[in-house]
């Protein structure tokens, strides 16, 4: 072997040594990686703006892995949590799920049941009403011709009543085009209005006022009731004449 052979011999050697180094480097490199990064699992993101005391459902996420170390502990990894939770705040899109941003949803007590009805968003909920509020509801009626003898009679006075004091508000829904269909709501028709469907935990009594308001009353309205206020409307104010006041 010449000196020139020798030299390549040399030169490859070198290389090869180079080549495992550099190998063993890059081996040592992703280790440490793995080594910091560990395990991934599974997260959800959400894909858009989610108003607060909005009911939350699957629809809303997106699913998303990441490092089980980054992950702080309060991730939801299961979107089975969310099943009747609302949302407590406004949550941004792209925000990661945690279950501290959600919260059980009002439910029913004993001898409860739901019934939801379409109330005015501009006179009856303005944005302030919400799951687990209480409520007075309030219905207005249009003055009546009274059957009498002989077209006798008169009409009995346009009035104002407390239908259910205290009513439970256990979902808030969407804003929803209202849509007249008769000529009660000739008016609702000519004008633009927006309603939102507020579903209430009542007894059996204060959903059939409830149901009987939205059918026969020109106006339904909410009044929220302040936090821990648990005072009943005594039965003297709970109609309401302008020829009775006084």
């Known amino acids: 072997m010449n000196s020139r052979q020798r030299r390549g011999v040399i030169l490859l050697v070198i290389s090869l040594l180079c080549a495992f180094g550099a190998f063993a480097g890059?081996?040592?490199?992703?280790?440490n990686v793995e080594s910091k990064v560990g395990n991934e699992t599974t997260a959800y993101e959400l894909k858009e703006d989610v108003?607060?005391?909005r009911a939350?459902?699957?629809?809303?996420?997106?699913?998303?892995?990441?490092?089980?170390?980054?992950l702080p502990e309060?991730?939801?990894t299961d979107l089975s949590d969310i099943r009747?939770?609302?949302?407590?705040?406004p949550l941004k899109k792209g925000s990661l799920l945690q279950s501290d941003m959600m919260a059980k949803r009002p439910e029913l007590g004993p001898g409860e049941q739901e019934i939801a009805i379409m109330i005015d968003a501009e006179t009856g909920v303005a944005g302030k009403i919400n799951p687990g509020n209480r409520v007075n509801i309030y219905a207005t009626f249009e003055s009546e011709q009274r059957p009498g003898a002989k077209g006798g009679g008169g009409k009995t006075p346009s009035e104002s009543r407390v239908i259910v004091s205290q009513a439970k508000v256990i979902?808030?829904?969407k804003l929803t085009p209202l849509k007249g269909d008769d000529e009660r709501d000739e008016r609702a028709r000519q004008r633009e209005r927006d309603g939102v469907p507020i579903t209430f935990a009542l007894s059996t009594v204060d959903a059939q006022r409830v149901a009987y308001a939205e059918s026969f009353a020109?106006?339904?309205r909410l009044a929220l009731v302040a936090p821990g206020d648990d005072a009943e409307i005594p039965e003297d104010d709970r109609t309401y004449t302008l020829t009775g006041d006084k």
Do not use: C
């Open 26 to 31: 890059v081996l040592a490199v992703i280790r």
């Open 51 to 53: 108003p607060a005391y």
């Open 56 to 70: 939350l459902d699957e629809s809303q996420f997106t699913k998303v892995s990441m490092p089980e170390r980054w």
């Open 74 to 76: 309060t991730a939801v």
């Open 84 to 89: 009747r939770k609302i949302a407590i705040n």
């Open 171 to 173: 979902d808030v829904g």
């Open 218 to 220: 020109e106006h339904v």
